[in-house]
């Protein structure tokens, strides 16, 4: 079992940026891939990047690559998301996801944090 936790997110106007954070649970933190995702109201679940558990391997969505960055530290069983040049489309609740194998992947994540708002304003 792992439990996930967000924080980081806020109001930012457009240009600007953040960083979100997801704290997890347990000691096999670096066997996890991670995730984040994003949903913005009224649209589905979106995938925006994933981890492996090594932080070797990356994979973004369309959308934010060359803008957002993830990393994680497994010694603090922590991932990150930089995201910079935020847009107002950026505008949703970002969640942090694990899945149970070290590969990156953008789909089979049985865990779930309770998610963060991000807005960004025009």
């Known amino acids: 079992q792992v439990q996930l936790v967000e924080s980081g997110g806020g109001l930012v106007q457009a240009g600007g940026s953040l960083r979100l954070s997801c704290a997890a649970s347990?000691?096999?933190?670096?066997?996890?891939?991670m995730g984040w995702f994003r949903q913005a109201p009224g649209k589905e679940r979106e995938f925006v990047v994933a981890?492996?558990?090594?932080?070797?391997?990356?994979y973004y969505g369309a959308s934010v690559k060359g803008r957002f960055t993830i990393s994680r530290d497994n010694a603090k069983n922590t991932v990150y998301l930089q995201m910079n040049s935020l847009k107002p489309e950026d505008t949703a609740v970002y969640y942090c996801?694990?899945?149970?194998?070290?590969?990156?992947?953008?789909?089979?994540?049985?865990?779930w944090g309770q998610g963060t708002q991000v807005t960004v304003s025009s």
């Open positions: 996801a694990a899945r149970t194998v070290s590969g990156v992947g953008v789909n089979e994540y049985p865990y």
């Open positions: 347990g000691r096999t933190f670096s066997s996890y891939a």
């Open positions: 981890i492996s558990g090594s932080g070797r391997s990356t």
